[in-house]
């Protein structure tokens, strides 16, 4: 897309862009606006030898923006990039979205894009431009725990600006203002609710951009989706409900996320709906199903996690007016080593705490399973 053009309200699904030109699998666009729209499941591919070869470097699995484009609450999901035969880093430039030059991302949701273990930026790839009240978490290749976050990075950041985004395991060139390196608190991210939990970070906490008055979903932003005085527009592409309103919605915070050897986490469930009664707290810290503390006065709980890994935690909380729900969160906390192995015959498996499992090339170590954010 070239000029002044507008697409609005559209499903951009099943495109590829591959080999010669494997830039932008579902859009490409050099001026423009895209907003409202959903962008899932496209792919760009190339090929070549595994020393870079002639083959180019797929970019921007779902959109690809340069020039003067711009994409606005939408959402970016399961697209891919990937390079065949391809062994180097950087085999591959934001499979959701590629940045460059004076392009802009708004308030967008960009998750479960994947672009390959050497790829930079999984979600986003920014080398110009903006990326601003946006949300880019759990882009990779599954959404189970050990690939959580090793040789992941939600945005890859070389040049632009990036402010005011929920970016959790993102490497970039500078802090930024108003960015959190936390999880976003999606209602049910694997079964594709990307809508806000109560108590996410996301709420409340973008700037205000003009022009930006609905969310992907048509709906009036901003709305008070907390306890604040006044509502504030919430980062991502969709707005949080009122607390007081809809069904019983629920999520967790985890204070501290991340340690070595030992993590002693205190966890903050948060609760929201209408009609609520009183409130029973069930949670399970080591994803077995089975509750491990349960009681009405668990809002509000700590537990040392005293294994290296990736740790799953699940919350169920039974409302006496409005029914019960469940959130599971993979690799909620994680623990890594204090102490990694570096030997050829290593088999490079995370957490490569182990001489068995140490890490067996060199390359490894720039994408060790710490949660690396600037």
């Given at each position: 897309?070239?000029?002044?053009?507008?697409?609005?309200?559209?499903?951009?699904?099943?495109?590829?862009?591959?080999?010669?030109?494997?830039?932008?699998?579902?859009?490409y666009?050099?001026?423009?606006?895209?907003?409202?729209?959903?962008?899932?499941?496209?792919?760009?591919?190339?090929?070549?030898?595994?020393?870079?070869?002639?083959?180019?470097?797929?970019?921007?699995?779902?959109?690809?923006?340069?020039?003067t484009?711009?994409?606005h609450?939408?959402?970016?999901?399961?697209?891919?990039?990937?390079?065949?035969?391809?062994?180097?880093?950087?085999?591959?430039?934001?499979?959701g979205?590629?940045?460059?030059a004076?392009?802009?991302?708004?308030?967008?949701?960009?998750?479960?894009?994947?672009?390959?273990?050497?790829?930079?930026?999984?979600g986003?790839?920014i080398?110009?431009?903006?990326?601003?009240?946006?949300?880019?978490?759990?882009?990779?290749?599954?959404?189970?725990?050990?690939?959580?976050?090793?040789?992941?990075?939600?945005?890859?950041?070389?040049?632009?600006?990036?402010?005011?985004?929920?970016?959790?395991?993102?490497?970039?060139?500078?802090?930024?203002?108003?960015?959190?390196?936390?999880?976003?608190?999606?209602?049910?991210?694997?079964?594709?609710?990307?809508?806000?939990?109560?108590?996410?970070?996301?709420?409340?906490?973008?700037?205000?951009?003009?022009?930006?008055?609905s969310?992907?979903?048509?709906?009036?932003?901003?709305?008070?989706?907390?306890?604040?005085?006044?509502?504030?527009?919430?980062?991502?592409?969709l707005?949080?409900?009122?607390?007081?309103?809809?069904?019983?919605?629920?999520?967790?915070?985890?204070?501290?996320?991340?340690?070595?050897?030992?993590?002693?986490?205190?966890?903050?469930?948060?609760?929201?709906?209408?009609?609520?009664?009183?409130?029973?707290?069930?949670?399970?810290?080591?994803g077995?199903?089975?509750?491990?503390?349960?009681?009405?006065?668990?809002?509000?709980?700590?537990?040392?996690?005293?294994?290296?890994?990736?740790?799953?935690?699940g919350?169920?909380?039974v409302?006496?007016?409005?029914?019960?729900?469940?959130?599971?969160?993979?690799?909620?906390?994680?623990?890594?080593p204090?102490?990694?192995?570096?030997?050829?015959?290593?088999?490079?498996?995370?957490?490569?705490?182990?001489?068995?499992?140490?890490?067996?090339?060199?390359?490894?170590?720039?994408?060790?399973?710490?949660?690396?954010?600037?």
């Amino acid at each position: 897309m070239s000029g002044n053009g507008l697409v609005s309200n559209a499903v951009v699904s099943l495109n590829d862009a591959v080999y010669a030109i494997p830039f932008g699998g579902g859009v490409y666009a050099t001026a423009g606006i895209i907003t409202h729209s959903m962008i899932a499941s496209n792919l760009t591919e190339s090929s070549g030898n595994s020393y870079g070869g002639t083959g180019q470097t797929p970019s921007g699995g779902g959109v690809y923006l340069a020039g003067t484009a711009q994409l606005h609450n939408s959402i970016v999901f399961g697209n891919r990039a990937v390079h065949s035969y391809q062994y180097r880093m950087g085999e591959t430039l934001g499979a959701g979205v590629f940045i460059s030059a004076s392009a802009k991302v708004y308030h967008s949701t960009i998750v479960g894009n994947y672009g390959g273990e050497r790829g930079y930026g999984d979600g986003v790839y920014i080398s110009g431009g903006e990326l601003k009240n946006s949300i880019v978490s759990h882009n990779f290749s599954g959404f189970d725990s050990g690939d959580y976050t090793v040789n992941h990075y939600n945005v890859w950041q070389a040049g632009g600006t990036v402010s005011y985004n929920v970016l959790p395991r993102s490497h970039l060139i500078a802090p930024g203002v108003g960015n959190v390196a936390a999880d976003p608190g999606f209602v049910n991210v694997y079964a594709g609710d990307l809508s806000l939990g109560p108590g996410s970070p996301a709420i409340d906490a973008a700037t205000v951009i003009a022009g930006m008055d609905s969310d992907f979903s048509g709906v009036a932003r901003p709305l008070n989706g907390s306890d604040a005085e006044s509502a504030l527009p919430d980062m991502g592409a969709l707005e949080a409900q009122p607390l007081d309103a809809g069904p019983l919605r629920i999520n967790f915070t985890v204070a501290q996320e991340d340690g070595f050897d030992s993590l002693s986490a205190a966890l903050q469930a948060h609760v929201a709906g209408e009609s609520l009664g009183s409130l029973v707290y069930h949670w399970d810290f080591d994803g077995d199903g089975v509750a491990d503390i349960t009681g009405s006065d668990k809002a509000t709980v700590s537990h040392l996690f005293d294994t290296v890994g990736y740790h799953d935690i699940g919350l169920k909380v039974v409302s006496s007016g409005a029914g019960e729900a469940t959130i599971v969160k993979r690799a909620a906390a994680r623990v890594h080593p204090s102490v990694l192995y570096l030997s050829d015959a290593g088999t490079s498996e995370a957490p490569y705490n182990t001489p068995a499992a140490s890490i067996c090339r060199v390359a490894r170590l720039s994408t060790a399973p710490l949660s690396v954010t600037a």
